[in-house]
Nanobody
């Protein structure tokens, strides 16, 4: 199984972005987003379970929304990011929690003040 993340970019503070993660499988495994800021460890951002249950890091829970496209053939998850802040800058990775943890390649998000 492979994951393909996309949707990153360079934006101004207050702008929005939507990240997409597409898996090469239709299996409805839990999917998560993590981010890694320069010089820091990778940190949890949001997760969506097989049944659509969600949870978020406190830093993003009022601004970001994780969702799954139930119409897609492949397991596809979005991360809608609103009111972006400079501290949201980093490489965003998606992860699938199947029998093993599978990581995508990451997509860069840069937020300027």
């Amino acid at each position: 199984v492979q994951l393909q993340a996309s949707g990153g970019g360079s934006v101004q503070a207050g702008d929005s972005l939507r990240l997409t993660c597409v898996a090469s499988t239709s299996a409805n495994y839990p999917m998560s987003w993590y981010r890694q800021a320069p010089g820091k460890q990778r940190q949890f951002v949001a997760r969506i379970g097989s049944r659509g249950d969600t949870n978020y890091d406190d830093a993003v829970k009022d601004r970001f929304t994780i969702s799954r496209d139930d119409r897609a053939v492949k397991n596809t998850v979005y991360l809608q990011m609103n009111d972006l802040k400079p501290e949201d800058t980093g490489v965003y990775f998606c992860k699938m929690s199947s029998q093993n943890e599978i990581w995508g390649q990451g997509t860069q998000v840069t937020v300027s003040s």
